[in-house]
């Protein structure tokens, strides 16, 4: 009788705590790799598509380990990207503050969930076959609670604590960490106009979610990683399945491409500078920020250290989301420095060039070659390469 007891106390396979913890680091790896893969880069952003199997097996185990339904999940994550920052987001730290999001992350997602109007609007290309009706969308819970029963029987007492981290790994890690931290601290290797920062180094336990900066700047790649010490594990999952023939990639813009000889822009230079703003503006305030460290000394002599850090600050952000008031302050340490100047004027002409959405090719075009060439004329070394540099594109 009382081996019996002891049976069921230890479960099935009567594992070890250190065997049940390899156990849980591997699934709820896993489960991360379906959030990020299927939910996030394929079925959100349509980054990529995943063959019917392996699409199916991420359905069965997210439904399995989370209880999550696809179409909830793709219209809060697309609702996010629509309203960032704002009063429509439905989990913003900006809004609602880091600690909310952060520790009731999954609350907020479920409020939105519950929205039919919400789902409705942004949930469309979502699964909606028999199974997701029937089973995946109606039963929610019951997944959730067949895995308990297995992990019951398979482990013992032991397998509900296997099955609490389970549950608490998502809410966490997704709907608390990335969505709040991801918000609210770290750096960022692009000024986008949401508040998202890169956090490192998680990238095993995040699944590359991290990299958050990057994916709101490039919403609809299907890599996150941009520089070589990101992590992206996701990526790495989707190389493989590529490999394997059971996973296509969406193609990505035409990369930067210099044609050795080529002076002056041409139609396709234009077509890459316009898909590759991006990579473009981070490399100028980069070029920037390189001629702000050359000047400070003469600067230290006309302003005190705290102003000098705050035109530093203004100078890494994209010169369009600067406020007047901004402007303001960093065209008083502009004034005194000419390659500064020149360098921020550069930025802001080529800014413009990319607003103008209503005019035609011909007008963009001939407005990079102007850009181009006075750049060249009258902007220090680093801007001159730079511009020679955009010129050579095609």
């Not at 999550?68 to 994550?77: F, L, N, Q, S, Y």
């Not at 900006?94 to 039919?116: C, D, F, H, K, T």
């Not at 600050?313 to 406020?323: Q, V, Y």
């Not at 901004?326 to 080529?350: C, E, F, I, N, Y």
Request: net charge positive; hydrophobic share 45%.
């Amino acid at each position: 009788m009382a081996m019996h007891w002891q049976r069921l106390a230890d479960g099935f396979l009567a594992f070890s705590w250190w065997q049940l913890f390899l156990v849980g680091a591997i699934t709820t790896h896993a489960t991360i790799v379906a959030v990020t893969v299927y939910l996030h880069r394929c079925q959100t952003h349509r980054a990529l598509s995943l063959g019917p199997a392996v699409s199916h097996a991420f359905r069965f185990w997210l439904w399995l380990t989370t209880g999550m339904v696809t179409r909830e999940w793709v219209a809060v994550h697309r609702c996010h990207h629509a309203h960032c920052e704002t009063a429509k987001d439905p989990h913003s730290p900006v809004v609602a503050g880091i600690n909310q999001v952060l520790w009731r992350g999954a609350e907020l997602y479920q409020a939105a969930a519950s929205r039919p109007a919400l789902v409705d609007r942004y949930g469309a290309g979502a699964p909606d076959d028999w199974i997701e009706r029937r089973v995946y969308s109606r039963y929610t819970w019951q997944g959730v609670g067949l895995l308990l029963a297995i992990e019951l029987f398979l482990f013992g007492a032991r397998g509900l604590t296997l099955w609490a981290c389970q549950m608490m790994w998502i809410p966490f890690l997704a709907a608390g960490v990335i969505n709040g931290v991801g918000h609210y601290a770290g750096y960022r290797n692009y000024d986008c106009k949401e508040a998202a920062t890169n956090i490192v180094p998680f990238g095993l336990l995040i699944g590359g979610e991290e990299l958050h900066n990057n994916h709101h700047t490039f919403p609809t790649s299907a890599k996150f990683s941009v520089r070589w010490f990101e992590l992206d594990i996701g990526w790495a999952y989707i190389r493989v399945l590529q490999w394997l023939r059971l996973a296509r990639v969406r193609e990505a813009p035409h990369p930067l491409t210099p044609r050795p000889g080529q002076l002056a822009p041409t139609p396709a230079t234009l077509r890459q500078v316009l898909g590759n703003r991006a990579e473009l503006v981070r490399e100028l305030t980069l070029l920037t920020l390189a001629v702000y460290r050359t000047e400070r000394a003469m600067l230290l002599k006309q302003f005190p250290r705290p102003m000098l850090a705050q035109a530093r600050h203004l100078l890494r952000r994209t010169p369009c989301r600067l406020s007047s008031l901004q402007r303001t302050a960093l065209g008083l340490v502009l004034a005194h420095s000419g390659p500064l100047d020149a360098m921020q004027a550069a930025r802001d002409t080529l800014e413009v060039l990319w607003r103008r959405s209503a005019a035609s090719p011909e007008q963009l075009l001939a407005s990079l070659q102007a850009w181009c060439v006075k750049a060249e004329q009258t902007g220090p070394a680093g801007l001159r390469r730079f511009a020679r540099q955009v010129a050579s594109y095609g």
